[in-house]
């Protein structure tokens, strides 16, 4: 596919909105987040519905991801005591394991931008757009 | 199947199953050992029944190897194999040899067996995964030489391909490694060093390149996605496998008496090792997402895609969890370990060679694509029994090991071994009830293979078509 091609149905935008979201969960937590809100607030407005789709799941995802990976840990952690044996098992699996399927949502959602689809979080997504190729 | 030479491939894959079964049964029989002690002792000790679990894995896992090796090559090489009869006449060797050294585990004491194969002349025996008896080893490189000389001669008179060429250098890779089994220097350092050029660059290095071509070669024929697309993609795979996992071995090194710099180069590498994996699951997936036809092989398909999934969290995340040398210092060789072992070898290799028997099975039985719908329903519910199983396994593990490293190794307050034991028979439990539910998606899986067989085959449904 052509870069031109791409800019108008909006695929490149997918796909750096999916890789942000990555960006974000495995190398830099807070910049991809950034980054990606700063993507988001350019071109929500006039993108098309795939690059629409692909910006609202990873925005809405990433937010999730912040308050299931940070805030209810925080509270485990305040809760349960920082140095309760049962404390760190709960949090180690339940880090690892939410941790785990956001990435594989975002992995999957990066393969349906590289395939042009759009492709609703589970749980946590929000509707596609009307236009959607799925 | 469009060669007959395929058909040799047909007797590794049911040897392949089978011993499978006794795997898990030898896993079980542990499992149900590390809360009631004295369970089957003295008939089969705990480390008999350890070394029979582990070797049995390594064991079937060649068979799969070997098999789809066979059925993937004169596809790929557009030819016969170079010698059908060598492939079936040294699937009875290796068959015979593995037989009878899980007899000689079972109804001969370990130092006695030793004596018996003459372990004296050359001694290799004792170490963890190579436990086989010297001539035992050396029967592994005859056959492992005739395969390779099969294999390879068949690739390279033929058309060669991305696909076949990677398989090929994959398996070479585990025959030429192997030889490191007989090195056995009296130095406990240099033996361990050496010790992971055998176990540490099969399975995070040259399996993987199996692993990588397998796939490539299923998702190929299951998806009708260019060629030319899905080998980019296998190129990158395994350039980033092998500059990962090579230097990679440096995590086995922290604290074997290596010199300090393998933390860095241990921990930075194998902090990278996760990307291919990665890479897998997004290859996977797009394949499908792009895929030109369905194929009537669901199963297949489900299968390849779990490989992907499952390998990226049990070889990717869980490795991660444990590979970075500050928190290897606390975690090692705990119960993490064995999550992290369980998982990735569940889904990087186990599925693998289910997914590509899946894949072939059929044709070897005659059909033309798939099995029948009755089969494949059959078939994906033992997919989820044993994946959902063997994620409960691997997340009552990793419980177990949080608070064994917690209890024994970083409280202030620091409890025996056997004290901290006690304290996580509950995560033992669990676990073994969820190793009952695997066992019980395996017999689902083998009962796949004879319910349906008279029905007729499952064809693809037409995306947007009624039913």
Known sequence: MSSSAKASDGSGTAIAAESLYLVNLLLAPGLGFLILLAVWWRQHRRAPPLAAAHLAQTLSGSVWAGVLLVVVNAFIVLLGGYHGAHVWVIVILYFTFCHSMLVLFGAYGLSKAMAGQCWRYPLIGRPLPAGCPK | ?467
């Open chain 2, 1 to 467: 199947m469009q060669y007959k030479s395929q058909a040799v491939a047909k007797p590794y894959f049911i040897a392949a199953i089978g011993l499978f079964v006794g795997q898990i049964l030898f896993g079980l029989i542990i499992g149900m050992q590390y809360v009631v002690g004295d369970f089957l002792f003295p008939e089969i000790p705990f480390n008999v029944a350890r070394m029979v679990h582990t070797n049995l894995l390594i064991v079937w896992l060649l068979f799969g190897f070997m098999g789809a090796a066979y059925y993937l090559v004169p596809e790929e090489s557009e030819r016969e194999l170079v010698s059908p009869g060598l492939a079936i006449l040294m699937f009875w060797v290796f068959l015979i040899a593995g037989a009878l050294t899980v007899l000689g585990y079972l109804l001969v004491p370990y130092s006695g067996l030793a004596e018996m194969t003459g372990n004296s002349v050359l001694p290799t025996m004792g170490r963890e995964f190579l436990e086989q008896p010297t001539i035992t080893k050396a029967g592994i490189v005859v056959v492992a030489l005739a395969f390779l000389y099969n294999v390879g001669l068949t690739i390279l008179k033929g058309r060669k391909t991305v696909v076949s060429l990677v398989l090929l250098i994959g398996l070479a890779g585990l025959a030429v490694l192997f030889l490191f089994s007989f090195y056995n220097p009296d130095n406990l350092a240099k033996d361990k060093f050496y010790w992971w050029w055998v176990v540490h660059l099969w399975v995070e290095g040259v399996w993987e390149l199996i692993l990588g071509s397998i796939l490539a070669f299923v998702l190929i024929k299951t998806t009708g996605v260019d060629r030319e697309v899905i080998e980019k993609w296998l190129y990158v795979i395994i350039a980033m496998t092998l500059i990962t996992g090579i230097i990679g071995t440096g995590h086995h090194y922290y604290w074997i008496g290596t010199p300090d710099y393998w933390q860095w180069w241990g921990s930075i590498f194998s902090a990278l090792e996760p990307i291919p994996f990665f890479m897998m699951t997004v290859f996977a997936f797009n394949m499908v997402n792009r895929r030109r036809r369905n194929h009537p092989n669901k199963a297949a398909v489900l299968w390849a895609l779990g490989t992907a999934v499952m390998a990226f969290l049990g070889a990717g995340v869980w490795g991660f969890l444990h590979t970075l040398a500050p928190v290897n210092y606390y975690t090692h060789g705990s119960q993490i370990t064995a999550a992290h072992g369980h998982m990735a070898f569940y889904g990087a290799y186990v599925m693998i060679v289910l997914t590509m028997i899946s894949y072939a099975m059929p044709m070897l039985r005659g059909r033309s694509a798939a099995n029948s719908e009755a089969s494949q329903v059959l078939e994906m519910w033992s997919f989820w029994l044993m994946t959902v199983s063997m994620v409960f396994i691997t997340l009552f593990l990793t419980g177990a090991g949080i608070l064994q490293t917690y209890l024994q190794r970083y409280s202030s307050d620091p409890l025996p071994f056997m004290v901290v034991q006690e304290k996580i028979s509950l995560f033992y439990w669990m676990r073994e009830v969820a190793g009952l539910m695997f066992l019980i998606g395996l017999v689902v899986y083998v009962a796949s293979f004879f319910v349906g067989s008279r029905q007729p085959e499952a064809t693809a449904v037409v995306e947007g078509s009624a039913a």
